[in-house]
């Protein structure tokens, strides 16, 4: 039981770690688009660096 346990905090952690990089994500977009960019192009100079602080912040929660 205490596995299971274990699996669904892990699972809240990555959904609330997503959820806040999402909501940078979002904010830093609306920064880059009054600054003058397109939305499609702030989006696409942002989404890769989310991809990898998602792994990376994985791989560190992983190790405690």
Sequence with gaps: MN???R???RRRLYNDLS???QEHLAEKIEELVSG?????????????SVTLIEQDSRK?????
């Design 60 to 64: 560190v929660s992983a190790k405690h």
């Design 19 to 21: 959820d806040e990089i």
């Design 36 to 48: 003058g960019r397109s939305r499609k192009e702030a989006a696409q100079r942002e989404f890769g």
């Design 3 to 5: 596995g299971l346990k």
């Design 7 to 9: 699996l669904f905090s």
